[in-house]
């Protein structure tokens, strides 16, 4: 094994079993919320998770084939979803959009069990 191939290894498993993990740990948990060693063993848990699962939920349901250009850019897609929660929820528009999708469901929902 040469230098290239260990970084390619260790920069893939990165990308791979951390990163995704990572991202979507901010999603569910404030910065304060967890300490750093949770958020790390919390990213490896849901990066081992959410990959594989949505990898073969796109095969099975878009008969996507899983490739290594397919898997990446799968990766890259479930960091890019986080990372517009996290973005939209600090910026407040994701909550508001909550709140109004709570108020008319609990509107739609109160006014049939009512009637």
Do not use: Q
């Not at 079993?17 to 991202?23: C, D, H, I, Q, Y």
């Not at 949770?38 to 349901?61: D, H, K, Q, Y």
Request: glycine share 8%.
């Amino acid at each position: 094994m040469n230098v290239l191939d260990v970084l390619r290894l260790f920069f893939g498993g990165l990308f791979v079993l951390f990163m995704p993990g990572l991202a979507w740990s901010y999603v569910f948990f404030n910065r304060k919320t967890i300490d750093w060693i949770e958020r790390v063993a919390l990213s490896f848990g849901l990066s081992i998770a959410l990959v594989p699962l949505t990898v073969f939920w796109l095969n099975w349901l878009f008969h996507m084939k899983i490739t290594l250009l397919n898997t990446s850019l799968t990766v890259c897609g479930l960091i890019l979803v986080s990372g517009i929660c996290v973005v939209g929820r600090k910026s407040g528009r994701v909550r508001d959009a909550l709140a109004r999708l709570k108020s008319i469901v609990l509107f739609r929902f109160g006014r049939r069990s009512k009637g």
